[in-house]
T-cell receptor, first 115, second 111 residues
């Protein structure tokens, strides 16, 4: 199993500012994922964070807007840059299971409100 | 591209009812299917994971079935309780190994 923590749990930010969200896992994992969940919507994958290489972004998401760091196998950060009210969402960190028979684990999420 | 649909979008039932939540997916070439629970403003908690070779999984009052050929899964909740109130999400993992999520079923169980 994997226990994931995220900081902050919630924040209210002003338009035009940036917020960095931290994700810490209690064990080493190969892949970490960052998701966005807009109000009333399901989860949308932003990017996959791999240790030692650039993150892989999904269609519609770019590195300038959502820079990601992955300095080691237990930690990652997602920055939401130059925020607008449309960025108000829950941001979730998730880790790849140890094997295909294992469950996918999620952090508790960061609730972001942009005014 | 995999698409996952969950029906119904919302459900409100009295306590004690047996429930069926539905999940359908367009590409049957999957590795596994997972059901999650999400409480308001919270992260996701895994409920059941079904491998592509399996037909069903059970945990307590929950039973999930998988019919890969027809692209369907159901989550059965027996004797529902107010504590079951949450959003239930279905996620399908396919060839890219990246899961695709449905929009969820929002469940309210009232006393």
């Amino acid at each position: 199993s994997a226990v994931i923590s995220q900081k902050p749990s919630r924040d209210i930010c002003q338009r035009g500012t940036s917020l960095t969200i931290q994700c810490q896992v209690d064990s080493q994992v190969t892949m970490m994922f960052w998701y966005r969940q807009q109000p009333g919507q399901s989860l949308t994958l932003i990017a996959t964070a791999n240790q030692g290489s650039e993150a892989t972004y999904e269609s519609g998401f770019v590195i300038d807007k959502f820079p990601i760091s992955r300095p080691n196998l237990t930690f990652s950060t997602l920055t939401v840059s130059n925020m607008s009210p449309e960025d108000s969402s829950i941001y979730l960190c998730s880790v790849d299971p140890v094997s295909s028979t294992d469950t996918q684990y999620f952090g508790p999420g960061t609730r972001l409100t942009v005014l | 591209k995999q698409e996952v649909t969950q029906i119904p979008a919302a459900l409100s039932v009295p306590e004690g009812e047996n429930l069926v939540l539905n999940c359908s997916f367009t590409d049957s070439a999957i590795y596994n299917l997972q059901w999650f629970r999400q409480d308001p403003g919270k992260g996701l908690t895994s409920l059941l994971l079904i491998q592509s070779s399996q037909r069903e999984q059970t945990s307590g009052r929950l039973n999930a079935s998988l019919d890969k050929s027809s692209g369907r899964s159901t989550l059965y909740i027996a004797a529902s309780q107010p504590g079951d109130s949450a959003t239930y999400l279905c996620a399908v993992r396919g060839g890219s190994y990246i899961p695709t999520f449905g929009r969820g079923t929002s469940l309210i169980v009232h006393p």
